[in-house]
Nanobody, 115 residues
């Protein structure tokens, strides 16, 4: 059974940094596109950043220049480095991966930006 396991959320002050990690396991296939999404209080889930297996990336306008997505294909893992965090970045962050034409989601990890 395919699982995406996330780690790295927590509480951070405005202007601080956090790094989220996600590892895929349980499949003989490597992930194609991997991405991070988030859902803030009272908001719909939105795409934050995406990376292809070849390393091509794209970001939501709201995080460009502050967040960096990267992946380790050997470990089937993806990370999200978040810098200069703002209160509006507070949300549950979800890892997403397309593996052999199917879509999988992680359980979510809470990121709270507050002083």
């Amino acid at each position: 059974q395919v699982q995406l396991v996330e780690s790295g959320g927590g509480l951070v002050q405005p202007g601080g940094s956090l790094r989220l990690s996600c590892a895929a396991s349980g499949s003989m296939f490597s992930p194609n596109t991997m991405s991070w999404h988030r859902q803030g209080p009272g908001k719909e889930r939105e795409l934050v950043a995406v990376i292809t297996r070849f390393g091509t990336t794209d970001y939501a306008d709201s995080v460009k220049g502050r967040f960096t997505i990267s992946r380790d294909n050997a470990k089937n893992a993806v990370s999200l480095q978040m810098n200069s965090l703002k209160s509006e970045d507070t949300a549950v962050y979800y890892c997403n991966a397309y593996i052999n034409t199917r879509e999988y989601w992680g359980q979510g990890t809470q990121v709270t930006v507050s002083s």
